[in-house]
């Protein structure tokens, strides 16, 4: 049987649609997820870090951590507790890494860590925002006098197990007819003792870590070369626990932040200036000055500002871990912002 719709339902029915429509359409405060909850009831963000990789995840003799996953991992403390020093790091070796987050031992893993489909898709984790554009290469000594990748056929090479680097490995071997000999190692440590020992003829993973081991491990960085090609693509960037969509949007956003922020030229010593005295709307914005982006995240509307002020805009973050005047002496490359050549690309904050 059909039913007509009576014309004195008709504008009750019209005003239920407009309601609806609203609801949906209309931004709303964020309902805080249970991961952020637990953060503030710990007062303090537990981050996995590396074991010991310097420029990315690294202590030093007093137990104070540094490099650029640390410095996601403290601007996300400065965003939602008020301040960077409250984040407990947790070093996991990548074996142990995606369980120690997929069991909650841990908040977020900001642990130099390729975003894949696999990874994606069936560890019930999510990749968030990539913070480092890497690619996977091989170093050896200076006195092999070797000039290409292609020339280690036959060579032992090491490896540490559990990451994309092992995989990559058999694949470039293959592909090249190389017969390439794997030396594999759970921990990094070993790894790193075994190629500098001799054990291995080359040492391969991400580029810059790399670079990071040969500016620590090495007794003289120069005799050591990288090789100049890079056999994969390994975006890096942290990750997060399905199930908690609040908990990613502001882990995402806060690096998203920080990569706006050095387009518009926000430094870690120029917010007040600039709140006082700029008139460009996204300056304002991010800043908090004019819209209140912290609302749709269940934050303040000072997240970000904090987060800046805490440990600068992405520029500032790679300059102090990784750039030109420190140990690791790495260009920005493909980590420079879109408009300078590179292919950080923050999305807008709007």
Same mark, same amino acid.
Request: charged residues 30%.
């Given at each position: 049987m059909t039913r007509l719709i009576t014309p004195s339902l008709q504008p009750a029915l019209k005003v239920s649609a407009i309601a609806l429509f609203c609801a949906i359409a209309w931004p709303q405060f964020a309902w805080a997820g249970k991961t952020l909850d637990t953060i503030?009831?710990?007062?303090?963000?537990? #981050?996995?870090v590396n074991t010991g990789l310097? +420029?990315? +995840?690294? /202590?030093?003799?007093? +137990?104070?951590?540094?490099?650029?996953?640390?410095?996601? #991992?403290?601007?996300?403390?400065?965003?939602v507790l008020g301040s960077p020093d409250k984040v407990r790091y947790t070093p996991l070796p990548a074996p142990q890494r995606f369980a120690a987050l997929q069991s909650g031992e841990v908040d977020i893993l900001s642990r130099n860590t390729s975003f894949t489909l696999t990874r994606d898709a069936s560890l019930g984790l999510h990749q968030t925002a990539v913070t480092y554009y890497d690619g996977q290469g091989f170093m050896v000594a200076a006195s092999a006098n070797i000039k290409s990748a292609k020339q280690l056929k036959g060579a032992t090479v090491c490896v540490q197990?559990?990451?994309?680097?092992? &995989?990559?490995?058999t694949d470039f071997s293959r592909a090249n007819n190389l017969n390439i000999k794997p030396v594999v190692f759970e921990k990094f440590d070993a790894a790193n003792a075994a190629y500098f020992s001799g054990r291995c003829k080359a040492y391969t993973t991400d580029a810059s870590g790399l670079a990071s081991i040969r500016a620590k491990e090495a007794k003289?960085? &120069?005799?050591?070369?990288? =090789?100049?090609?890079?056999? /994969?693509?390994e975006p890096l960037g942290p990750l997060v626990r399905r199930g908690d969509d609040e908990w990613l949007a502001i882990v995402k956003w806060t690096v998203y932040g920080l990569i706006e922020a050095e387009e518009y030229g926000?430094? /870690?010593?120029?917010?007040?200036?600039? &709140?006082?005295? /700029?008139?460009?709307?996204?300056?304002?914005? =991010?800043?908090g000055k004019s819209?209140?982006?912290?609302?749709?995240?269940?934050?303040?509307?000072?997240?970000?500002?904090r987060a800046l002020a805490a440990v600068? @805009?992405?520029?500032?973050?790679?300059?102090?871990?990784?750039?030109? &005047?420190?140990?690791?002496?790495?260009?920005?490359?493909? @980590?420079?912002q879109w408009n300078k050549g590179g292919l950080q690309y923050a999305i807008p904050l709007r």
């Open positions: 503030k009831q710990r007062d303090a963000v537990v #981050c996995g310097a +420029g990315f +995840g690294a /202590s030093d003799s007093q +137990g104070k951590w540094s490099g650029m996953d640390v410095d996601i #991992c403290r601007a996300i403390a400065a965003a197990s559990g990451t994309t680097t092992e &995989k990559n490995l003289n960085p &120069k005799d050591h070369v990288i =090789l100049p090609e890079l056999i /994969s693509k926000i430094t /870690s010593t120029n917010i007040d200036k600039l &709140k006082a005295e /700029s008139t460009d709307p996204v300056v304002l914005r =991010l800043l819209d209140d982006t912290g609302k749709l995240l269940g934050l303040d509307r000072d997240w970000l500002a600068g @805009n992405y520029g500032e973050i790679f300059d102090r871990n990784l750039g030109d &005047k420190t140990p690791m002496a790495l260009k920005r490359g493909l @980590n420079a």
